[in-house]
């Protein structure tokens, strides 16, 4: 019987990878939400075509209108559309416009719309989970056969957090991050270090199209599609025979009997039900729709489940040189360089940073705010733009407030999701807001403290572990192949079994834990 493989995002494409290496034959049922055809169509035109001869009505279209999401922080959109979140008529969760995080149902899931940063672990951030992260490694390592990296030096980091990646091809620094990191290499305290971001870009270009031509537009979604999405590889997995794709089935229900599950799912272009026998199943739906399943499955209704969370903010940060021109440098717009703070007096964990420079993005947002009565000056937007940065925090869980989702009854249950108001996190952040303060002869800058924005738990997208890995798992737990107790041939392989979140990053800690459990069950 062939294993059964749910989702298409980084989980599931990570596991069915792992058992297609080791002889497995893979169905994978996804959702499968993709872009608009006409979105596509414009598309199509704009990759077929050299930067400079881009149709600007085109590029807006692919832009699409900048709303905002959840408090003050605007949701990233790709392509113009919101179709990486979109739910179907029959939503499993309720009051989804208010909540801070939104599931997705798409193909690729949210690594389509990701900022596509790639950090592994640092051993002393997941000292809960259990086992060690030796047994990571090499999980990390087989997936840079097929996951392209923009990294290189200066590389700080490379002490504490590896870069697995065999063929790191760079992306070139913006000027304004050029700056900075020759003033950093002046000295930099022990307890921060830097390097330059690891971003999962096809630099060079992918299947023989054009590299990347610092266009500036990463954050509405390449137009060349450099910017690496679990689709990628989903596409070429499918020329093999080993996997068989299944789009448009929503999974609804898992049950195991024996040596058998089965698989309830709904096809969402016809709205008929279907049940799939399979000898074994690897959930990797992403922590809302995977507690959903687990939930409903087991007919948990009023069950609550508390997600963890590694929390995020941003402040803005002025520099004191001006770098001229920046509206019109060719750039990308991913983030540039990370910095990690070890820092006791902060916290026992790493902090981990990412920092922009300037984007049309970062330009359009704060031209919704009353800073526009200044920016529409062209002195005045030369002189700001040119010295501000954008620095993105992230902590770890134990440093972080938490979220719950709780099944509620009706004729489909849903999930309802409650953030945790109180907690730490924000004193972290202001905390790093005045490390930070306290290095301003060394960054010839600061950070602008006022303007911190403290996102709710769940904002962050780096949040999960509802049903925790643990040696010895109780009844809502699961062992560290994600098996609940009474499932032993269900394994959950998305971030609904981390024990914690450390701050660095998700997808690729991810995918070496999907990719480790798919390896080792296809043995058993
Ligand atoms: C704007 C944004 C920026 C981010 N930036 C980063 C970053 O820079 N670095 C980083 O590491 N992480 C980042 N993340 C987080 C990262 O994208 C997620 O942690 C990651 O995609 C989760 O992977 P997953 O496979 O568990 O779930 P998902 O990516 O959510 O994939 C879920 C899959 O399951 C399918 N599915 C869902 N429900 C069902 C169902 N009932 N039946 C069948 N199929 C179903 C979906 O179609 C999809 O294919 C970001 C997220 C967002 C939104
Ligand atoms: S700058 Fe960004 S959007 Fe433009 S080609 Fe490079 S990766 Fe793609």
């Known amino acids: 019987m062939n294993d059964f493989v749910l989702g298409s995002g980084p989980a599931a494409i990570a596991c069915a990878q792992a058992l297609v290496a080791r002889g497995r034959r893979v169905t994978i049922l996804d959702a499968g939400e993709k872009l608009e055809p006409a979105r596509q169509e414009v598309l199509d035109r704009v990759a077929a075509l050299p930067s400079g001869k881009w149709d600007a009505s085109d590029l807006a279209v692919l832009r699409g209108e900048q709303e905002k999401g959840h408090g003050n922080i605007h949701q990233k959109l790709l392509y113009g559309s919101d179709y990486p979140y979109r739910d179907d008529e029959d939503s499993m969760q309720s009051g989804r416009a208010e909540s801070p995080f939104h599931y997705s149902l798409a193909q690729g899931g949210l690594s389509s719309v990701w900022g596509a940063s790639l950090l592994p672990v640092s051993p002393d951030d997941i000292r809960d989970w259990p086992f060690p992260y030796e047994d990571l490694v090499p999980h990390y390592r087989a997936i840079f056969d097929w996951l392209p990296t923009a990294a290189g030096e200066?590389?700080?980091?490379?002490?504490?957090?590896?870069?697995?990646?065999q063929k790191p091809e760079p992306l070139r620094f913006s000027r304004q991050i050029e700056g900075l990191v020759q003033d950093l290499k002046k000295g930099c305290p022990d307890d921060i270090r830097f390097g330059r971001s690891r971003q999962a870009v096809f630099t060079g270009g992918r299947n023989g199209?054009?590299?990347?031509?610092?266009?500036?537009?990463?954050?509405?979604?390449?137009?060349?599609?450099?910017?690496?999405?679990?689709?990628?590889?989903l596409e070429d997995m499918r020329?093999?025979?080993?996997?068989?794709y299944r789009d448009r089935q929503r999974v609804e229900r898992l049950e195991q009997s024996g040596d058998k599950v089965r698989i309830h799912t709904t096809d969402l272009r016809t709205g008929e039900s279907a049940c799939f026998e399979a000898g074994r199943v690897f959930v990797g739906t992403g922590i809302l729709p995977t507690a959903w399943l687990?939930?409903?499955?087991?007919?948990?209704?009023?069950?609550?489940?508390?997600?963890?969370?590694?929390?995020?903010?941003?402040?803005?940060?002025?520099r004191a040189p001006l770098t001229r021109g920046v509206q019109d440098e060719p750039l990308h717009t991913l983030s540039q360089l990370y910095m990690e703070i070890r820092d006791p007096k902060i916290s026992k964990h790493l902090v981990h940073l990412e920092i922009f420079s300037y984007s049309d993005y970062l330009k359009r947002a704060l031209m919704q705010t009353p800073l526009r009565f200044v920016l529409s000056n062209p002195w005045a937007a030369e002189q700001f733009f040119g010295r501000v940065l954008i620095m993105q925090g992230f902590l770890h869980s134990e440093d972080s407030r938490t979220f719950s989702v709780e099944l509620q009854a009706g004729g489909?249950?849903?999930?309802?999701?409650?953030?945790n108001k109180r907690g730490p996190g924000w004193s972290q952040a202001v905390k790093v807001g005045f490390k930070l303060l306290s290095q301003a002869h060394r960054l010839r800058g600061a950070p602008i403290l006022p303007a911190l924005q403290f996102a709710d738990p769940g904002r962050s997208y780096h949040s999960g572990g509802g049903f925790p890995m643990r040696k010895n798992p109780s009844e809502w737990e699961t062992?560290?192949?994600?098996?609940?107790?009474?499932?032993?041939?269900?394994?959950?392989?998305?971030?609904s079994t981390?024990?914690?979140?450390?701050?660095?990053?998700?997808?690729?800690?991810?995918?070496?834990?999907?990719?480790r459990i798919g390896t080792a069950a296809a043995d058993l």
């Open 154 to 165: 200066p590389d700080g980091l490379a002490g504490i957090l590896p870069s697995y990646s």
């Open 209 to 233: 199209g054009p590299g990347c031509v610092y266009c500036g537009r990463c954050l509405y979604g390449c137009p060349y599609g450099l910017i690496y999405s679990t689709a990628h590889t």
């Open 239 to 244: 020329k093999s025979e080993r996997v068989d």
């Open 294 to 318: 687990v939930l409903r499955s087991r007919d948990a209704i009023g069950r609550k489940v508390v997600m963890k969370d590694s929390q995020y903010f941003i402040y803005p940060f002025l």
């Open 412 to 419: 489909r249950p849903k999930l309802h999701l409650e953030a």
């Open 479 to 495: 062992d560290p192949l994600g098996r609940l107790p009474g499932w032993d041939r269900i394994h959950l392989v998305d971030a």
């Open 498 to 515: 981390f024990p914690s979140i450390p701050a660095t990053t998700m997808v690729l800690n991810i995918m070496a834990n999907a990719h």
